[in-house]
């Protein structure tokens, strides 16, 4: 069997992959695939693994057993050998994560100056861009304790583009927002997916975000420690065999 | 990989219009038209009153095509055309309208720069503002040691225990080297001047009275202003940041009774001893140097030295040691209380605990000079 891009259009290959801390499993037996241009939805309960399997695919953390290949490539804890791979990711910290002691413009241009031969200029054009792209033009030399959650989401999501990822990873995007704004990020995410063309995985337990823009998800159950369902999310509401899976997905109104 | 296509643009006037011809990989790491150049019909005087785009020739493009959009959109802007997007890309037209979705904050105009006398007032008014900040800081810090004194400490014994541990016994061995080392200098440099009165056996005199008076309790807070001073301001500062002081006040617990007060008691209880150790390892190090180079035995020096540090001395010693303590502590638990919260705020409270501490020690060191001259001790 082969892997990588031979595999259709798949983005992402998950291939029997456990994972776990130290002899502690925490999860095994999972093997899905990502497709490209997917909105892809890693679901389960608190404490299922969701963000750590966003960790083994971003290689900050290596799997016990299996293997992530991401466009073919396999996906390893080397900080060194990912680089060329992780310039073509883009991720959104659960936070923002940006950095406080830098303005907007200067969170968003720090990868470009690292990773491009752009002169300033450029840059500060690109950077401005990119924040007025999320919404936010005109905040460029706002720090981030200068303006609310959501706006740093935003901005955060304005320097996970910077670099035009292929795949964007986001965690958590509605933690700490309010439905509204967690809504325009959701839509702000699937329009520039749609006009970048981009693969996006978001690891969430936010029902309303799931059924909104979501393709394809996987559900990671804590109990049984393994994948119990993969698939549109919407069709897994209405017709999952798994009587967990539909009632995580109707917010438990759901009787066998 | 297919091989990459050369970026270009081309602009051609058509009647009234200029046609932009966009063609290549529009990439950011390709080398591409500026917009200036695309855009040098406009400022010619063309007769031209809209631009529209011929994207038909491209193949690929990033963000590096959005902005050359974007100046042009400013170029035309200027020159007052119309600009006609159908042409372009679905994608790259979804973009524009995104970024425009937002109209741009107003940027807040430039403050003038006010006159000299304004900004000195207000350099005072916010000095002023510190100073009684640091003091309303001071009076929390005193009505909770009160309150610890009428039996309501707020605290837990075993964060006391900790903190006392890491003010004492993990302090003993940079205390040790710096005193060890403080004594040693100070025998060296004391003989020198001394042996050419034939002298010499009053360095143990120089190195225990001054060990003993100040320089014990000096140095030991120094170091203790590094270690203690600039851990409790990062300690503090970093609570502040996650909100742990805001969880502790509403529960109706007092940070200066939880927080500040433990670290100010271990501080303060640690130093005597603290000084105490260091009086003896900078004699012990006097000593060394003594006997090592000078031809002085041990029992000689240890006579003579017993014969000039009295036990007042060193009384006097361990209490300036004692209020550099609280200084250090005060200071570095205030600066983590008003840390700002960020990132770089908790490392300038780090910093100005360690800065203010210090200097504090040293006013302090001063004026207990004065003061024991004027009592007489």
Redesign the interface.
Known sequence: MTYGNGGGDAHVVVKDVTMAYGSNVLMRDLTFEIGRGDIFFIIGGSGSGKSTMLRHMLGLKAAAKGEIRIGGELVTADPEEMRGMLRRFGVLYQSGAL???LTLRENVSVPLEKF???DAD?IA??AS??L??V?????E?Y???EISGGMQKRAGLARAMA??PEILFVDEPSAGLDPLSSRRLDE?IL??R????ATVVIVSHELPSIFGIGTNCVFLDAETKTMIATGNPAYLRDHSEHPTVRRFLNRGDYQE | MEATLTPAAHVDLIEDTLRVRLSGDWRLEADRPEASDVARPLTGGAAARRIDFDATGLTDWDSSLLTFLDEIDRLAESAALEVDATGLPDGVRKLRALARAVPPREAEPPEKRPPAIDRLGARVQRAGGRFGDALTFLGEATLAFGRLLKGGGQFRRADLLELTQAAGASALGIVALVSFLLGLILAFVGAQQLEQFGATIYVADLVGVAMARDMAALMTAIVMAGRSGAAYAAQLGIMQTNQEVDALTTMGIRSADYLVLPRILALVAMMPFLVLFSIFLGILGGALAAVGLMDLSWTEYWIQTSGAVSVPDVAGGVFKGATYAALVALTGCYQGMRAERSSRGVGDAATSAVVTGIVAIIAACGLFQIVFDILGL
Not at chain 1, 194 to 197: E, K, N, Y
């Open positions: 950095w406080s002691a491009t031969a752009l450029e054009r690109l861009l990119k007025a792209l919404g936010l033009a005109g905040f030399d720090y981030p304790s670099l035009d702000l329009e520039l749609d006009s970048l063309g």
